[in-house]
């Protein structure tokens, strides 16, 4: 498996913004669900929003909704996460993941089998 590459991280102050970006090269038409996950220091890893393969339907979880906006650039093999509005409490490592079996809402990190590194977001108040 060829491991997805993030970029895009930083610190900015709550209300700003940040793009994340995550080449998905190989995966592009092979995978059943993208998607962005986190995890805050000492929490569990946990989605935040996902692409379905085909229809190209989108999944937010609740507290992103109308802040975030996840995207897919096929002819740059590439995925997005626009975030808007951040929050102190969006403040985590933010993983791009790809999952190539099953998936569902891709919301769940066990709808994943290909990670990348993950890239660090932080908010302060």
């Known amino acids: 498996q060829v491991p997805l590459v993030e970029s895009g991280g930083g610190s900015v102050q709550a209300g700003g913004s940040l793009t994340l970006s995550c080449e998905v090269s190989?995966?592009?038409?092979?995978?059943?669900?993208m998607g962005w996950l986190r995890q805050a220091p000492g929490g569990d890893r946990e989605g935040v929003a996902s692409i379905r393969s085909g229809a190209g339907r989108t999944y937010y979880q609740d507290w992103v909704k109308g802040r975030f906006t996840i995207s897919q650039d096929n002819d740059k093999n590439t995925m997005y996460l626009q975030m808007n509005n951040l929050k102190p409490e969006d403040t985590a490592m933010y993983f791009c993941a790809v999952g190539t079996r099953s998936c569902y809402y891709g919301l769940v990190p066990a709808e994943y089998n290909v990670w990348g590194q993950g890239t660090q977001v932080t908010v302060s108040s």
């Open positions: 190989g995966y592009t038409y092979s995978s059943r669900c």
